[in-house]
Nanobody, 124 residues
């Protein structure tokens, strides 16, 4: 059974940094595009960033460009999200997901393997 697990969330002050990680069992990340998504209370889940299977292409939401960096280590079957200059509006549950499709942007409906999420809270 496929299990996707995120880690690295926590409470941080405005301007701080966090690095999220995501791993999976029974799923070979190298065969999938991977993405980070987030959902704040009362809001729809939105794309944060995604990366093509080999890592040669990435996409970011405008709200995180220049602050967040997505990367992957297929040898470790791990996806990362380095988050710098965090803002209170980045507070959300962050989810990792995998897709067999790559469009050049993060289309949430393409992603069919999801983790349970890791909470990121940025205090002002």
């Amino acid at each position: 059974q496929v299990q996707v697990v995120e880690s690295g969330g926590g409470l941080v002050q405005t301007g701080g940094s966090l690095r999220l990680s995501c791993t999976a069992s029974e799923l070979t990340f190298a065969n999938y595009a991977l993405g980070w998504f987030r959902q704040a209370p009362g809001k729809e889940r939105e794309a944060v960033s995604c990366i093509k299977w080999g890592g040669s292409s990435t996409a970011y939401a405008d709200s995180v460009k220049g602050r967040f960096t997505i990367s992957r280590d297929n040898a470790k079957n791990t996806l990362y999200l380095q988050m710098n200059s965090l803002k209170p509006e980045d507070t959300a549950m962050y989810y990792c997901a995998a897709s067999s499709s790559w469009r050049g942007y993060c289309w949430i409906n393409d992603y069919n393997y999801w983790g349970q999420g890791t909470q990121v809270t940025v205090s002002s």
